[in-house]
């Protein structure tokens, strides 16, 4: 495997964990790059860069954003985005993996990108029911905001280094089965 099939795997993963967080900014922020050649897309993935897809990508992400500030809407957009996210995380790691076949480019993009983007999502609508419970949805603003934001720097941090991306991920992923076992250890 080259180091460049390795660096195109750190950034899907990067780019996937950032859809648990937002389905479609980093759909966009992908959208983006790819549109200005800043990174090389799979051949079959080039479209996403096209104009019309950026217009899209860009409406779509605005509008998830601010539907996440309304409340009771944002509970409702968990449960479509939980299995949105794994289909999106699927989708930017394949769309990034350069020289490995397709069986291993599908592969690793439904396990670690599907599966990255479904725990990081689950986790975040796991914390945004627990405010809702706990602020009457009064908190949920601050959630999404912060939801947000990691979904910028994550997106922007796994285009321009996706080797720091990746242990952001691990430490994302680190700290989620760390809560959840605190949590866990708590019933008993």
């Given amino acids: 495997m080259t ?12 780019l996937a964990a950032s859809v648990g967080f937002r389905v479609f900014l980093p759909l966009f922020v992908l959208s983006l790059v790819g549109h200005f050649d800043i990174i090389n897309l799979s051949e079959h ?10 217009i899209a990508l860009a409406a779509a992400m605005v509008l998830e954003i601010f539907a996440y500030y309304i409340p009771f809407i944002d509970n409702l957009l968990d449960t479509i985005a939980v299995p949105l996210a ?7 790691m394949a769309s ?9 480019t599908w592969a690793l993009a439904i396990i670690a ?9 689950g986790a975040s609508a796991g914390t945004r029911v627990t405010s809702s419970v706990a602020t009457a949805g009064l908190g949920n ?3 999404s905001t912060v939801e947000t934001g990691g979904s910028i720097a994550l997106s922007l941090v796994a285009i321009f280094l996706p080797i720091v991306a990746i242990v952001l991920v691990i430490i994302i992923l680190m700290f989620i089965f760390w ?7 708590k019933s008993n």
Avoid: H, N, Q, R
């Fill in 3 to 14: 180091s460049e099939a390795i660096i195109s795997i750190f950034l899907g993963i990067g």
């Fill in 45 to 54: 993935w080039e479209w996403i860069g096209s104009v019309p897809a950026l």
């Fill in 86 to 92: 794994a289909i999106a995380g699927t989708a930017v």
């Fill in 96 to 104: 990034t993996m350069a020289e490995l076949s397709p069986v291993v």
């Fill in 113 to 121: 990108g599907g599966g990255t983007a479904s725990i990081v999502k």
């Fill in 141 to 143: 603003p601050v959630v």
């Fill in 179 to 185: 809560f959840y076992k605190k949590l866990g250890g």
